[in-house]
């Protein structure tokens, strides 16, 4: 018998190539306190069982069979296996981070809701995702014990498109290591230059999809006056992420009268990032809707100046430490001209950027889920 609540983490749905909700994951794991009031185990694709065992060494590390890599074979595995296992573990609380829960899972579940934009901008996914992850927000937010979302617009654009589902839901923000993104060395900018072939670039990190609008970049950058490339003569688009379901892409980047100058760097090891961001001449996201915009806090922490929408929760994030134009191609044009060539206001962009990136803390984040989990599990005793 426990002597203390035990929160099972399903992270079957992180992919090998860590991205958003992955950092998401392993940030918290690696911020387990062995001494604390909860016990932790996760369940991970067989692939990531040894990487997470040495993030978290005190949390108990269970290996899904290989067969999930398949999708609906996962989504099977969730719904009947994972009860199952949470069962032999003796969990308390089942936290599963990414819209979908087990129906029957026994034991109070919590669910974290990244975006809302299935609802709000629904054209940006494709119809399997638009049915899929409606379907689950809807569900989770009816039976799940808690729901977590990262922002407050994200809670608020729940609110606006299903009223009266929302009252279970809990605002905690993401976090950025201060140790992993920071103002790089003078190595990780020569490291950055040399993948880059340049010296000046402005950069993009995120997944390659509609909702990203990397379209619109793109033809901004082969818009940009030559003023701005005679200031930085060898000046380069890097687009760094993972390749998304975007088919409109690979024609704006074709059809680009720069197209010389567009680096796909493809999916970037998070120890090159800090190079990356922080080497660069500014860093464009031109969303058109996120739940929290990680990309652009990891970028404000690595010193740079960073240009964003002011869609839905990208303002929250980058606050005024940020500069911020409309999604379209002309406006972005316009807006990376500016900033570009005005080196004061990006050096003082620099700093701000910092600054606010020290407001967000992994720590804070990983703190507030614990005390999620131990309110939940607490409750559930006392039924």
Not at 252 to 269: H, M, N, T, W
Not at 309 to 331: F, H, I
């Amino acid at each position: 018998m426990n002597s203390r609540p035990v929160v099972l983490l399903d992270a079957t749905a992180i992919p090998a190539e860590v991205g958003g909700v992955g950092r998401y994951v392993e940030e918290l794991l690696a911020r387990y306190d062995p001494n604390g009031s909860l016990e932790y185990a996760v369940v991970a694709q067989a692939a990531a069982v040894g990487r997470l065992q040495s993030i978290a060494p005190g949390v108990t590390v269970v290996a899904a069979p290989r067969r999930i890599a398949s999708r609906p074979i996962r989504m099977l595995w969730e719904q009947f296996a994972l009860p199952r296992l949470a069962r032999k573990l003796g969990a308390s609380v089942i936290h599963s981070p990414h819209y979908t829960m087990p129906v029957f899972a026994g034991r109070p579940v919590v669910v974290t809701l990244h975006d809302a934009t299935f609802f709000s901008d629904p054209g940006v996914h494709s119809r399997g995702k638009r049915v899929f992850f409606r379907a689950w927000t809807r569900y989770s937010l009816k039976h799940a014990a808690v729901s977590i979302v990262p922002s407050a617009a994200t809670r608020d654009e729940l609110t606006r498109y299903l009223p009266g589902r929302t009252a279970r839901v809990v605002v905690i923000h993401h976090g950025v290591d201060l140790d992993q993104f920071h103002v790089p060395t003078p190595a990780e900018r020569g490291a950055a230059a040399d993948l880059v072939g340049a010296a000046h670039w402005i950069a993009f990190l995120g997944t390659l999809e509609p909702r990203k609008n990397v379209g619109s970049l793109v033809r901004a950058f082969g818009d940009l006056g030559d003023e701005v490339f005679e200031r930085f003569p060898d000046l380069r688009l890097v687009l760094a992420g993972a390749n998304g379901w975007d088919t409109s892409l690979a024609s704006a980047i074709s059809e680009s009268p720069r197209a010389d100058r567009i680096v796909q760097a493809g999916y970037v090891p998070l120890e090159a990032l800090t190079g990356i961001l922080g080497g660069s001449v500014l860093v464009c996201y031109p969303s058109l809707g996120e739940g929290f915009g990680l990309p652009v806090l990891e970028a404000m922490a690595c010193g740079a100046s960073v240009l964003t929408t002011r869609r839905l929760a990208l303002p929250e994030v980058g606050g005024d430490a940020a500069r911020y134009s409309e999604p379209d191609e002309k406006s972005l044009a316009a807006a990376i001209t500016a900033l570009a060539l005005d080196e004061d206001e990006r050096r003082t962009l620099s700093v701000l950027a910092r600054e606010r990136a020290e407001t967000f803390s992994w720590n804070a984040t990983a703190d507030a889920h614990s005390a999620v989990f131990a309110s939940v599990a607490m409750r559930d005793t006392r039924r």
